[in-house]
């Protein structure tokens, strides 16, 4: 509540001004630093998180969820960054000191704008309180934001400016994933998940994942095999976006969702899809996306080598590379929740 009344307060006595035009706006100077205390957890944070950047985007016109869906994939990604530890944060943004200072400035943590500035780094007192500090929300917001400036807003040159940011296509495709799924359902508070197959239905399922497996190499089972009767309904697990819908030669049917936790599901052995259903969906949890059978290991079509299932899999971006993990706890624990909701 503390920062809706800053934003009130500030909105009487602040007029809109762009980031460049010879000089920054006089009202960023006087802006004073919203609370950041972590007083409250959960759903305060996640509210004063979002209130930050409806806040930025009302003074800068940045689209609240483009700055949303940076902050989400920064906090999804594993960083090796040299940087002071973030304590009093509500942002996860982490601009590299040299990046934030410049490469050839020989002080990583400067918070002097001026010589910032000399040695080409994009650092900036966002807030007004003469510092420019790597460890301020407002300052490394509105330096995230001067650099995006510069290739605009609209969406393809949004997907410009993060590439030349990141220099990474898959931060490129999820940042973008993300400010979709945000701007459509207008909230950050979307980390509920469901048990993939629907509660009315026969299945069984125990821990797989690590197994060995032969058919096209040896190699090892990365999911966890839930049996079902052919035509069970198969649900999307969270919120997300449909990545891939089409064949695959190990996994049959299959379709790929990346949700808000960056996350890559895997729903493999479909006998088919959901009506419709195609790369690019924002889906969530409980919707159906296909439906149980037993394709794959082999060209398109081939189905019945094996007792009907679907095999689910889970892989975690890290920033530099995707990696499989044991999805067994995360569906023991859906799958109570789905029984408690029940009762």
């Known amino acids: 509540m503390r920062f809706i009344h800053l934003i009130i307060a500030c909105s009487l006595c602040m007029p809109f001004a762009p980031l460049y035009g010879g000089e920054r706006a006089e009202a960023a100077a006087m802006i004073s630093e919203p609370a950041t205390k972590q007083t409250s957890k959960g759903s ?29 994939y920064e906090r999804t990604i594993n960083k090796k960054r040299k940087s002071a530890p973030v304590t ?27 010589s910032i500035s000399f040695f080409g780094g994009i650092g900036i007192d966002g807030s007004g309180d003469g510092q420019a500090d790597q460890q301020n929300d407002i300052d490394v917001l509105t330096a995230m934001i ?17 590439w030349m940011y990141y220099r990474r296509d898959r931060a490129v495709k999820t940042i973008d994933q993300f400010a979709a799924v945000y701007e459509k359902y207008q909230t950050l508070q979307l980390d509920q998940h469901a048990f993939p197959i629907p509660r009315r239905y026969t299945y069984s399922y125990r821990s797989t994942w690590g197994d060995p497996r032969g058919w096209g190499g040896r190699r090892i089972h990365e999911g966890t095999d839930i049996f079902a009767d052919y035509g069970t309904p198969v649900l999307a697990t969270g919120y997300g976006v449909v990545e891939v819908v089409g064949w695959n030669r190990y996994g049959g049917w299959r379709v790929g969702i990346r949700d808000m936790n960056n996350i890559y599901h895997y729903f493999a052995h479909l006998s088919s899809f959901r009506k419709g259903l195609k790369a690019g969906d924002i889906v969530e949890p409980g919707q159906v996306i296909g439906y149980v059978g037993s394709s794959g290991y082999g060209k398109p079509g081939t189905s019945g080598k094996f007792p009907p299932h679907l095999h689910y899999g889970m892989y975690r971006d890290t920033g530099s590379g995707e990696w499989s993990f044991d999805p067994y706890p995360q569906l023991r624990s859906w799958e109570r929740e789905m029984r408690r909701k029940k009762k």
């Open 146 to 162: 001067r650099f995006l400036s510069d290739f605009g807003y609209a969406r393809e040159d949004f997907r410009i400016g993060v």
């Open 44 to 72: 305060s944070l996640t509210r004063e998180r979002m209130e930050l950047f409806q806040w930025m985007e009302a003074l800068y016109g940045v689209p609240w969820h483009y700055l949303a869906a940076i902050d989400q």
């Open 88 to 114: 009093d944060r509500l942002t996860a943004i982490t601009i590299p000191p040299a990046v934030w200072s410049g490469y050839l400035n020989p002080e990583e943590d400067d918070t002097d704008e001026s």
